[in-house]
């Protein structure tokens, strides 16, 4: 395994944003190995910034692995849909450019609950949109991510769907989307702070699939709700199905960025050398 920070990590949706040269300057002066870059901190999709960017990252000997990308599938009109894969395979360009081997893929969500915040309140649930059912919004997610899938292959990187609210918010619905695709260049991102039910039975169920982990740490408080996650427990997890990719740091406290990101690396750099051991 290797630890590296998302870009998120320094930046949570709110408050003045740097560019992508800064979280990547953060993440290397942090001491991490990696850095996986949100779409959101992508200034520019022109190749001179790309190659600029990937350039940059290897001057401070930092891989990007991952790009972390926002789409909904569950989109009753077929136009919308199409939109959204269209979406995920421009993304995947970016991803080419920047080296990046996994990209974050969401299932979506209705959007009946229309504030994240009310989303949270209500633990990620919300009802279908009247007239459809979660099965129809199921076979949507599965024919995009099949429609995404031959673009992928051809520049060998891997969409990873992440257990993110929407229809993923559960391990028993997300597996029924996993399942029905076939493909070494798919699988699970698990995140270790989004199923806040049944946590570590849901992980455990999602884990044989695992492509890279979002671990979350809460230092300070979490901004939408904390989670004592047992780091012990889940690295027992990850050690059961033979898991050795990436760690990726989605520090989600507020203690200033500066203090707990520290703390996480401090943390989970830990487990991942104890693992190394067992």
């Not at 990547?24 to 870059?37: K, Q, T």
């Not at 427990?233 to 050690?239: A, H, M, Q, S, Y």
Request: hydrophobic share 40%; proline share 2%; net charge negative.
């Amino acid at each position: 395994m290797r630890l590296g920070v998302s870009t998120y990590s320094y930046w949570h949706f709110s408050g003045p944003k740097g560019s992508l040269k800064e979280y990547i300057e953060r993440a290397w002066y942090d001491g991490f190995d990696g850095v996986e870059v949100l779409a959101n901190h992508v200034e520019s999709r022109s190749k001179s910034y790309l190659r600029e960017v990937k350039r940059f990252a290897f001057e401070h000997s930092l891989d990007i692995y991952a790009l972390s990308i926002h789409n909904n599938f569950v989109k009753p009109d077929p136009a919308d849909r199409d939109a959204q894969v269209n979406n995920v395979l421009a993304w995947l360009d970016t991803a080419h450019e920047l080296g990046a081997k996994i990209v974050r893929i969401n299932s979506g969500r209705w959007g009946t609950v229309k504030s994240f915040d009310e989303l949270m309140e209500r633990k990620g649930i919300e009802p279908p949109i009247e007239g459809y059912t979660e099965e129809q919004a199921i076979e949507w997610i599965v024919d995009c991510i099949h429609r995404c899938l031959d673009k992928a292959e051809d520049f060998g990187i891997v969409l990873g769907l992440e257990n993110h609210w929407g229809l993923t918010t559960r391990a028993e619905t997300m597996l029924k989307i996993v399942k029905r695709i076939s493909s070494k260049f798919f699988g699970v991102i698990l995140d270790t702070g989004n199923f806040i039910y049944d946590t570590y039975d849901e992980l455990e169920a999602i884990a044989p699939y695992a492509k890279m982990v979002h671990a979350k740490t809460y230092f300070g408080g979490g901004v939408w709700y904390t989670l004592d996650i047992d780091y012990a427990r889940v690295f027992e997890i990850l050690k059961k199905y033979n898991f050795r990719g990436w760690i990726s740091l989605e520090y989600e406290g507020k203690e200033d960025y500066s203090v707990g990101v520290r703390k996480s690396k401090e943390l989970l750099i830990n487990f991942i050398k104890l693992s190394s051991y067992l």
